[in-house]
């Protein structure tokens, strides 16, 4: 996952939601964002040829599955460029990957069945760590890296977290990442840890914060 820092010189960013028309840029921003990450070295094993292959259709299944399931998306657009991406996962869902049988499917032909096994397992775990009671899910975000370092990141996590709070039903946002360079920058966004996932020989690191919906945290007499 990727964030950056503020710079008052670059173009107004605009909010959009997304929908499958921006699935190919979706695509390629995630799998810009992921392909180095620990995590989906280890899952997608990049020691063994065709790493790239099953990295870019993990994230190709994974996509088409959120737009099947009515989640939300969201993006940065710069210049008419979108340049960084979330997908939220609704507080209900709380999706098991295991139960669904066409993705499972089409995640063992196009990355074998070794990989999305792993897959499944991490997955799962994740799940065995999230917080009652129900919170979203933010499995992925992503900053085109020709625009990191610009706040795009943070922006866009903002933009998640207020989403967030419009939904009564959930009590936070939870995401994950494998990557301890960006726990600085989440702890600064108020996140704080719900435990870790040991995946080879580092951690993935599973955060949580709290996000009061806005029925509850408005003042009382306001609207």
Partial sequence: MT??????????????RLDETAANEA???????????????????????????????????????????????VGVMVNDTLVAVAFIGDPELRMNLADQFSWRIRMVLTTGFAATRRYLDYHQKIRDLL???????????????????RGYGRLLLKTVERLCSENPRGSG???????????????????????KIQLGDFEDHVLFREVQPESKSAAPGQN
């Fill in 27 to 73: 695509r390629s921003i995630l799998y810009h964002a992921y392909r180095n990450e620990p995590t989906f070295q280890y899952l997608f094993d990049h020691r063994r040829p065709g790493y790239e292959q099953r990295v870019r259709a993990t994230i190709r299944e994974l996509i088409d599955l959120y737009y099947e399931l009515r989640q939300d998306a």
């Fill in 173 to 195: 946002l939870v995401l994950d990442t494998g990557n301890s360079r960006y726990l600085p920058f989440y702890e600064s966004e108020g996140f704080r840890s719900l435990g």
């Fill in 131 to 149: 917080p009652q009671p129900l919170a979203h899910q933010l499995p992925l975000m992503g900053v085109n890296p020709a625009y990191q370092n």
């Fill in 3 to 16: 964030n950056g820092s503020d710079n008052r010189n670059q173009p107004e960013p605009v909010i959009v």
